[in-house]
């Protein structure tokens, strides 16, 4: 995942974007932030909603970049490696490609056919260009559980 450069902020943003950017989930986010590696968001409004403003933004981004984190302490953050896909000229194949490796992890060998098939079934929109999230996999697991069941 990416990390924006300076020039890309908003005046605020959600927990889930600042996560976003800093190239984090949301949940291992918030798990920095209540050890004191990340600061605390701003509460506003009733209901009372999180979010960062602009100066916030900045040194969650320069934790991130300098590895020293708001309590002071240094912290080492693993980095995603790139994924290289077998031959794959499209990066939607490898998208398929790596579904399928995933599939295959938990149990469920699916040729990269019925993947790609699963895919338009599942979202007519197509895969985004980002990394593939536990909700797609777990999507697609329920979807061939199902199948294998019904015999479809």
């Known amino acids: 995942m990416e990390i924006l450069p ?45 979010f960062y403003p602009l100066d916030l933004q900045q040194k969650c981004i320069e ?3 300098t590895g020293i984190s708001y309590n002071g ?26 579904l399928a490796s995933t599939l295959s992890k938990m149990g469920l060998n699916v040729a990269l056919k019925k993947v790609k098939n699963a895919v338009k079934i599942l979202y007519p929109e197509g895969l985004t260009q980002q990394p593939l999230e536990g909700s797609v996999i777990g999507d697609m697991f329920r979807y061939f559980k199902e199948v294998r069941q019904n015999g479809v």
């Open 6 to 50: 300076d020039n890309n902020f908003k005046a605020v943003c959600s927990v889930t974007a600042m996560a976003r950017q800093v190239g984090l989930s949301r949940a291992r986010f918030c798990q920095l932030r209540k050890k004191g590696v990340f600061p605390e968001p701003v509460y506003l409004g009733e209901p009372k909603r999180p």
């Open 63 to 65: 934790i991130r970049r």
């Open 73 to 98: 302490q240094p912290i080492i953050f693993y980095t995603l490696r790139e994924k290289k896909c077998k031959g794959q000229v499209n990066q939607s194949d490898c998208k398929y490609e790596e």
